[in-house]
Nanobody, 117 residues
Framework: QVQLVESGGGLVQAGGSLRLSCAAS????????MTWYRQAPGKQRELVAG???????NYADSVKGRFTISRDNAKNTLYLQMNSLKPEDTGVYYC???????????WGQGTQVTVSS
């Protein structure tokens, strides 16, 4: 089992920045791929960014050049640095961990990000 706890969400003006963190505990040695997803009101959850244990990353087109995903394996912590935020980035951001494949088997509780115009 892997437990995930997100933090760092909040209210920010358009153009501002936030850094989200996701602390992992439990059987973290088994995690192969970690991701950030978000869900806006009335919309489906969508992938924002993912990172492998080796540090390879991928991003949704809508956040490329603005968001950076990173992980500190020693601290079992995943990060999402979000710059140049837009109102359309508003939503609940979830951390996900996959022990096989790329779709998460474990999820955090989510953290709210609200970007005002």
């Amino acid at each position: 089992q892997v437990q995930l706890v997100e933090s760092g969400g909040g209210l920010v003006q358009a153009g501002g920045s936030l850094r989200l963190s996701c602390a992992a505990s439990g059987s973290t040695f088994s995690v192969r791929f970690m991701t950030w997803y978000r869900q806006a009101p009335g919309k489906q959850r969508e992938l924002v960014a993912g990172i492998t244990t080796g540090g390879s990353t991928n991003y949704a087109d809508s956040v490329k050049g603005r968001f950076t995903i990173s992980r500190d394996n020693a601290k079992n912590t995943l990060y999402l640095q979000m710059n140049s935020l837009k109102p359309e980035d508003t939503g609940v951001y979830y951390c996900g961990a996959a022990v096989w494949g790329t779709n998460p088997q474990y999820w955090g509780q989510g953290t709210q990000v609200t970007v005002s115009s």
